[in-house]
């Protein structure tokens, strides 16, 4: 599946084809979460990626890497009065990522329950904007990949899932099913579902708790939802592909990996596997 998520590049390939995304989050106390996830998905492939954050948040991010272009918001939280300016962004776009660092402020979560029930784009929803999701879940589509932990799976189904694997499969598929959207509950082993079908992942580790790593896998998944993959498989090629950079950062480098020694460990796996 992550190798059938790569289209094959041709030789006259524009910037672009291999997908547009856009990144919104970030408020004036956390910047660096919108800054993996967008340089998560340039890593793995995707050809633009474009940064949308309040100003403090996007001037930081700004000076993490050339790479990275980053739309500073006259604000310090981002609020509905932004909703039709980020709308109107998404349209240059194939697909969006939105939560990381956006905080949990009343405001916020008002912008981002109208944002999802108007955006028309494929959309990463993680993070804060998981949370903010649960207070309206009809703004939930088909189109979206949630990713929550345990804690964000039980404001989305009301319940915590079970630490039985058989039992979790079986939740995720109900709350995906209810949703009519795809879950990608992270754990362990990541369980993922459209609420018809329902997979695991086993790549990844115990020393990827670190902060940031959900980050990663929601730039990943969204550069697999730019290039124009179904949520499903998106979501599973996302996780996969994480799972396995986390393992060869582990491996080389033990306990004291970071999220971004997950980014770097990123082209050399599609390396392996690619050619």
């Known amino acids: 599946m992550l190798k059938a998520c790569y289209p094959k590049k041709k030789d006259w390939s524009h910037k672009g084809d291999?997908?547009?995304l856009v990144v919104i989050g970030g408020s004036r106390t956390y910047s660096g979460a919108p800054a993996l996830s967008a340089l998560a998905a340039m890593?793995?492939?995707?050809?633009?990626?474009?940064?949308?954050?309040p100003e403090r948040a996007a001037d930081v991010i700004s000076s993490f890497s050339p790479d990275l272009i980053a739309d500073p918001i006259r604000t310090d939280y981002l609020n509905n009065w932004?909703?039709?300016?980020?709308?109107?962004?998404?349209e240059n776009f194939?697909?969006?990522v939105i939560g990381g660092g956006l905080d949990n402020r009343s405001d916020t979560a008002v912008f981002v329950q109208n944002f999802l029930n108007l955006l028309e784009k494929p959309c990463v929803v993680d993070a804060d904007a998981i949370s903010a999701a649960s207070g309206n879940p009809g703004v939930i589509k088909r189109s979206f990949i949630l990713t929550p932990h345990a804690r964000e799976f039980s404001l989305l189904s009301g319940s915590q899932p079970s630490a039985d694997l058989k039992k979790r499969e079986q939740e995720t598929m109900k709350l995906a099913?209810?949703?009519s959207t795809t879950i990608l509950l992270k754990g362990r082993v990541d369980v993922i579902s459209n609420g018809r079908e329902t997979l695991l992942n086993r790549t990844g580790n115990p020393w990827m708790t670190k902060g940031g790593t959900g980050d990663i896998l929601a730039g990943v998944c969204g550069g697999f939802l730019a290039m124009g993959n179904p949520p499903l498989n998106a979501a599973c090629a996302g996780a996969h592909l994480t799972g396995l950079a986390g393992d060869m950062a582990e491996r080389e480098i033990g306990p004291g990996l970071i999220a971004s020694d997950?980014?770097?460990?990123i082209p050399?796996?599609?390396k392996s596997i690619l050619g």
């Open 43 to 53: 890593r793995m492939g995707t050809d633009l990626v474009h940064v949308c954050a």
């Open 262 to 265: 997950i980014i770097s460990s």
């Open 18 to 20: 291999f997908g547009r």
């Open 94 to 96: 194939d697909a969006v």
């Open 82 to 90: 932004h909703t039709k300016f980020l709308l109107d962004e998404a």
């Open 268 to 270: 050399r796996v599609l």
């Open 177 to 179: 099913r209810k949703l």
